[in-house]
């Protein structure tokens, strides 16, 4: 089950990606010798909702836009399991609310990347 | 290159590595003199002693309270360069980027460190693989830039060159002082003690006369150090250095080969053409005692006042430093120092000597200050005549040296990267004709013809240094040159997480003459 903020997802996403963000450099020498030069890993997870009602998606906006952190766990994962990871998150919905009007998406898609 | 672990050296070499780096910053400036390396059952934890690092001694820079700043570091570049004649001093400068999200750099937002977004500030970074870390710089910063848009902090910051480079000496007058020797006064004066410097043998005659008093430390290290075509420079450690002119010839063990396999970059490029080289120096020495200055005209000193007359000497080499002036006397003689009083300044009305005494006098080398008092309440006195008798420090010779490349002149025309005039060097703390000449020559024998100069990106490695040799190997050309660094330069940022790149110059490496191993008639030679 995934879990955000300690609390289970109800409605479980449509899509979900996880991955590692790495601050890392390669270099290939004359002779094509590649080095790696790696600092540090950072574990990401995507994940997208569709046929949202638009109430939701308000909650959903107030929630992802605050500057706090949030936790994010995935049991199921690989990357995230056991342990709830910070991270803070950014929407990657394309398009966007409008101000003063209706909400005009019905889809959400927010990255949770760790601290 | 420094000296690191096994572990170390393995990682740098590895095809997947993990970099490691650290910035400490001493904001508050907080000094303890008595700091030093960490001893169990002496020292308490959170006091001021640090944990002993690669380095071996504690250095002026590790006796400041820092102010770990590792996990904020955007990028950071160390650059170490000489110009293309490498001789005098170098000096090592970085940038720094932190990032300021928290804004904890804000000026005036953090209570700790708030006050303290400042210039000036102690500054040491670190690189390294897998946790072991090696020092890199330690300096201090130059004015911080705070951007709120970007939520950074910028700097830049030089080793501590720029200390002394704005150091003031108040030394006393030297005389027939080896360079090594007044390099241990300088940096004495300067707050360096013994275990912080290392220092090569002078290869020149003691220098006849040096005033150091009003002159800029690191410009005089500059001077003298370049008369003896040596190299000065602080280390990553903050452990100043001098070599000698024959430091390469003595010290071309190899630290590595550069190939194919471990090169990202290789650029060749010629080094200036330099084959005609004109050394001029005028030493001073201290003469015979002499007449050194005499007033100009009577100055009048008021009733109960004092009146300071301050003696600037000069002769036809510009300004004379005297080394001791005789105390002036009131009295009429021809061999030592007086001065003489009247009621008129024309000398007309009496001496009345009795009212003026002379209450202070001061050599500050080039000139020298007299304060005269009136203990007279209603008559006004003159000083009609002064003259001083010292020992000048006056130019005893003029030592011009030109040597020149003949081959070279006819393949490339006279110095050609010179508007194709002789080189000319004029550096008056040269003390001997014989200097001069190995001066012209060593230059001339160096960059005679282009030499290889080669820009080069390796896999970095941050325990190379600056004087390091290495063997390059071109895999096309299957030779193998020996080359020195004279310039290194070393990055990391989140997005290039480490970049180094040399500035390596090959180099007519002389095997010298050692008694007991060379053969007379055999390759190799003395010194010049």
Same mark, same amino acid.
């Given at each position: 089950?995934?879990?955000?903020?300690?609390?289970?997802?109800?409605?479980?996403?449509?899509?979900?990606?996880?991955?590692?963000?790495?601050?890392?450099?390669?270099?290939?020498?004359?002779?094509?010798?590649?080095?790696?030069?790696?600092?540090?890993?950072?574990?990401?997870?995507?994940?997208?909702?569709?046929?949202?009602?638009?109430?939701?998606?308000?909650?959903?906006?107030?929630?992802?836009?605050?500057?706090?952190?949030?936790?994010?766990?995935?049991?199921?994962?690989?990357?995230?399991?056991?342990?709830?990871?910070?991270c803070?998150?950014?929407?990657?919905?394309p398009?966007?609310?409008?101000?003063?009007?209706?909400?005009?998406?019905?889809?959400?898609?927010?990255?949770?990347?760790?601290? | 290159?420094?000296?690191?672990?096994?572990?170390?050296?393995t990682?740098?070499?590895?095809?997947?590595?993990?970099?490691? =780096?650290?910035?400490?910053?001493?904001?508050?400036?907080?000094f303890?003199?008595?700091?030093?390396?960490?001893?169990?059952?002496?020292?308490?934890?959170?006091?001021?002693?640090?944990?002993?690092?690669?380095?071996?001694?504690?250095?002026l =820079?590790?006796?400041?309270?820092?102010?770990?700043?590792?996990?904020?570091?955007?990028?950071t570049?160390?650059?170490?360069?000489?110009?293309a004649?490498?001789?005098?001093?170098?000096?090592?400068?970085?940038?720094? /980027?932190?990032?300021?999200?928290?804004?904890?750099?804000?000026?005036?937002?953090?209570?700790t460190?708030?006050?303290?977004?400042?210039?000036?500030?102690?500054?040491?970074?670190?690189?390294?693989?897998?946790?072991?870390?090696?020092q890199?710089?330690?300096?201090?910063?130059?004015?911080?830039?705070?951007?709120?848009?970007?939520?950074?902090?910028?700097?830049?910051?030089?080793?501590?060159?720029?200390?002394?480079?704005?150091?003031?000496?108040?030394?006393?007058?030297?005389?027939?002082?080896?360079?090594?020797?007044?390099?241990?006064?300088?940096?004495?004066?300067?707050?360096?003690?013994?275990?912080?410097? $290392?220092? /090569?043998?002078?290869?020149?005659?003691?220098?006849?006369?040096?005033?150091?008093?009003?002159?800029?430390?690191?410009?005089?290290?500059?001077?003298?150090?370049?008369?003896?075509?040596? +190299?000065?420079?602080?280390?990553?450690?903050?452990i100043?250095?001098?070599?000698?002119?024959?430091?390469?010839?003595?010290?071309?063990?190899?630290?590595?080969?550069?190939?194919?396999?471990?090169?990202?970059?290789?650029d060749?490029?010629?080094?200036?053409?330099?084959?005609?080289? +004109?050394?001029?120096?005028?030493?001073?020495?201290?003469?015979?005692?002499?007449?050194?200055?005499?007033?100009?005209?009577?100055?009048?000193?008021?009733? $109960?006042?004092?009146?300071t007359?301050?003696?600037?000497?000069?002769?036809?080499?510009?300004?004379?430093?005297? $080394?001791?002036?005789?105390?002036?006397?009131?009295?009429?003689?021809? +061999?030592?120092?007086?001065?003489?009083?009247?009621?008129?300044?024309?000398?007309?009305?009496?001496?009345? *000597?009795?009212?003026?005494?002379?209450?202070?006098?001061?050599?500050?080398?080039?000139?020298?200050?007299?304060?005269?008092?009136?203990?007279?309440?209603?008559?006004?006195?003159?000083?009609?005549?002064?003259?001083?008798?010292?020992?000048?420090?006056?130019?005893?010779?003029?030592?011009?040296? /030109?040597?020149?490349?003949?081959?070279?002149?006819?393949?490339?025309?006279? *110095?050609?990267?010179?508007?194709?005039?002789?080189?000319?060097?004029?550096?008056?703390?040269?003390?001997d004709?014989?200097?001069?000449?190995?001066?012209?020559?060593?230059?001339?024998?160096?960059?005679?013809?282009?030499?290889?100069?080669?820009?080069?990106?390796?896999?970095?490695?941050?325990?190379?240094?600056?004087?390091?040799?290495?063997?390059?190997?071109?895999? /096309?050309?299957?030779?193998t040159?020996?080359?020195?660094?004279?310039?290194?330069?070393?990055?990391?940022?989140?997005?290039?997480?480490?970049?180094?790149?040399?500035?390596?110059?090959?180099?007519?490496?002389?095997?010298?003459?050692?008694?007991?191993?060379?053969?007379?008639?055999?390759?190799?030679? +003395?010194?010049?």
């Amino acid at each position: 089950m995934i879990q955000v903020d300690g609390s289970n997802v109800t409605k479980m996403p449509t899509t979900l990606t996880e991955y590692y963000e790495y601050a890392r450099s390669d270099t290939f020498t004359l002779n094509d010798t590649m080095q790696r030069n790696q600092i540090a890993k950072k574990r990401c997870a995507e994940m997208s909702w569709n046929n949202i009602k638009q109430t939701d998606i308000a909650g959903l906006l107030a929630w992802a836009e605050t500057v706090t952190s949030h936790t994010y766990k995935n049991d199921s994962s690989s990357k995230f399991a056991n342990t709830p990871i910070t991270c803070l998150v950014t929407i990657t919905t394309p398009g966007a609310y409008i101000a003063g009007g209706s909400y005009m998406i019905d889809t959400f898609a927010v990255k949770f990347r760790e601290v | 290159m420094q000296t690191v672990s096994a572990a170390f050296s393995t990682a740098a070499a590895a095809a997947i590595n993990q970099p490691a =780096f650290g910035a400490q910053v001493s904001w508050l400036k907080t000094f303890n003199a008595s700091a030093t390396f960490f001893t169990i059952g002496t020292s308490s934890i959170g006091g001021s002693d640090f944990i002993k690092g690669a380095g071996g001694v504690a250095t002026l =820079f590790d006796k400041y309270n820092y102010i770990d700043e590792s996990n904020n570091v955007n990028s950071t570049t160390i650059e170490r360069t000489m110009s293309a004649i490498p001789v005098g001093i170098m000096s090592a400068q970085t940038d720094i /980027e932190l990032n300021n999200a928290s804004n904890r750099y804000l000026p005036g937002f953090d209570v700790t460190i708030g006050n303290y977004i400042k210039p000036g500030r102690p500054l040491k970074i670190s690189m390294g693989f897998n946790g072991e870390t090696v020092q890199q710089f330690t300096g201090f910063t130059q004015r911080p830039t705070v951007s709120v848009a970007n939520r950074t902090l910028t700097m830049h910051a030089y080793d501590a060159m720029e200390y002394l480079n704005n150091f003031q000496s108040a030394l006393t007058m030297q005389t027939n002082i080896s360079t090594t020797a007044l390099l241990i006064l300088l940096l004495t004066e300067a707050g360096f003690s013994s275990s912080q410097w $290392s220092l /090569e043998t002078s290869l020149q005659l003691p220098i006849g006369f040096v005033a150091p008093s009003g002159m800029k430390t690191g410009d005089l290290i500059n001077q003298i150090v370049s008369a003896e075509q040596g +190299i000065a420079f602080f280390d990553e450690q903050g452990i100043f250095h001098f070599w000698n002119r024959l430091h390469f010839d003595l010290n071309s063990t190899s630290v590595g080969t550069l190939n194919y396999s471990n090169l990202i970059a290789m650029d060749y490029v010629d080094t200036p053409v330099i084959n005609d080289v +004109i050394v001029i120096s005028k030493p001073r020495s201290v003469t015979a005692n002499q007449l050194v200055w005499r007033l100009s005209s009577a100055t009048l000193v008021q009733p $109960s006042q004092a009146v300071t007359i301050i003696a600037n000497f000069n002769d036809d080499d510009g300004t004379l430093p005297v $080394s001791v002036v005789d105390l002036p006397l009131y009295i009429d003689s021809q +061999i030592t120092s007086f001065y003489k009083t009247n009621t008129a300044s024309d000398n007309s009305g009496s001496a009345s *000597n009795g009212n003026i005494t002379l209450t202070s006098v001061s050599n500050v080398g080039t000139a020298y200050f007299m304060t005269f008092t009136n203990a007279s309440t209603g008559t006004p006195m003159y000083i009609t005549d002064i003259q001083l008798y010292g020992t000048p420090a006056k130019v005893v010779a003029t030592y011009q040296q /030109e040597y020149q490349d003949t081959a070279s002149i006819t393949d490339n025309g006279v *110095n050609p990267d010179n508007s194709g005039v002789p080189l000319t060097i004029t550096n008056n703390y040269i003390q001997d004709a014989t200097t001069a000449l190995a001066y012209a020559t060593n230059i001339v024998l160096q960059f005679g013809q282009p030499r290889r100069q080669l820009n080069v990106q390796p896999q970095a490695n941050p325990a190379w240094q600056f004087g390091d040799v290495f063997s390059v190997f071109n895999d /096309e050309l299957a030779t193998t040159t020996k080359m020195v660094t004279f310039g290194t330069k070393l990055g990391m940022s989140t997005g290039n997480v480490m970049a180094q790149s040399l500035v390596l110059e090959a180099r007519v490496f002389r095997n010298l003459f050692t008694i007991g191993t060379s053969s007379i008639g055999g390759l190799d030679s +003395i010194p010049a």
